[in-house]
């Protein structure tokens, strides 16, 4: 598992969210390296709302991480929509 | 699911606060994209105050990064009500 | 439920608190919109020190950002007690 | 309560650990405002680990708005031990 | 229990950590000031995973604040090692 | 366990990563010194995905730390890949 994150920059804050997701979710799988247990770590916790909004926690916390790193995409247009 | 989220920035601290809470709802759906199962977790949160005050924190997170990619909306009158 | 947030400028720390707690009771609010649900949840909560904490730990979020926001109160002369 | 926040700013990061410790129980209180309500909550609180843990959270955030209020006490000598 | 911290300064990264670490365990202190139930507390949560990963998270908190109070030790050589 | 911390500078964000995990773990190393207790402790958190999202929750406070710490490695080109 290597150069899985070379930069904390991104384009769009979409992409910023999308990075935090992945943040938030690489230390669960550094700490428990079986896929097959995550897996079913998994099927247990997208069923419970309150792990569903710990993980929300996480990528609240990583996300504001990745918006200051990338001075909160103050120059993007906002107009792609 | 695109285009969701163009731009931190928002002209008033009200709409820093929706779109907060809008923040923290996406995570829990990238998490568990079944709208079904999510409308049942969403009866069983919203009846539990452990867990409306976690949703709040999550929300109090997200707030401060887009507070801050606002410049805390500074520059606000305050004078709109 | 407009024109609650016009500004996160305050006069004093005092008042920047007691924002922190409305802002903490706002999302609540939003995410469970039916008062008689809120109230009776609020009879459970009020009586619970693990929840009172946590109430606490989300005021403290607010607080930081509002905080910061006023630049701490830095001018304020501290002598009005 | 009036009065009982008249500034972040104090003279030693002791006192600006003790003014976190406040910060985090006046957000109880006023929640709580039944004193012996509290009184039999903290009798509780007071033998949980996990309790007492989430309180020290609390103050852990408060505390860092406080020392960034004071510039960390960077001017502090250190010396008075 | 005075002079117990005359200084958010340390020297190096690793003081630091032990400064957080001693930070996280002092708001416990005050606020159940009873030493043999202290003990007790401690022996239940010294084998809890959850109440570990919690203590973990405290001195998360306060380390952030000490590394910023210190600049995160940047001019620090590193091979000390 | 002298040494572990020489510094928070890393040369790539993944490294800062795995010294933010690094970090999580420390504190609870210092808290349940016995090496034996803890991997009993291990084997239940590692099947819990309660405490594997906390784990990760504490993970996320000190990789901002350390992203801060790094300048959010802004010149690293990305194209390591």
């Known amino acids: 598992m290597s150069d899985w994150l070379p930069s ?3 384009e769009t804050p979409e992409q910023g969210y999308d990075l ?7 230390a669960v799988k550094k700490t428990q390296p079986d896929a097959d247990i995550r897996e079913r ?4 916790y997208e069923n419970d709302a309150g ?4 993980v929300s926690h996480v990528v609240a ?9 990338n001075h909160y995409w ?3 247009t906002g107009d792609e929509t």
Chains 1, 2, 3, 4, 5, 6 share one sequence.
């Not at 935090?20 to 690489?26: E, F, H, Q, T």
């Not at 770590?41 to 247990?44: F, I, S, T």
């Not at 792990?51 to 710990?54: G, H, P, T, Y």
């Not at 916390?61 to 790193?69: L, P, Q, R």
């Open 20 to 26: 935090a997701i992945k943040l938030s979710r690489v």
């Open 51 to 54: 792990q569903l909004i710990a």
């Open 61 to 69: 916390v990583h996300f504001s991480t990745i918006a200051k790193a």
């Open 74 to 76: 103050r120059d993007a």
């Open 41 to 44: 770590l998994r099927e247990a």
């Open 8 to 10: 904390l920059i991104t």
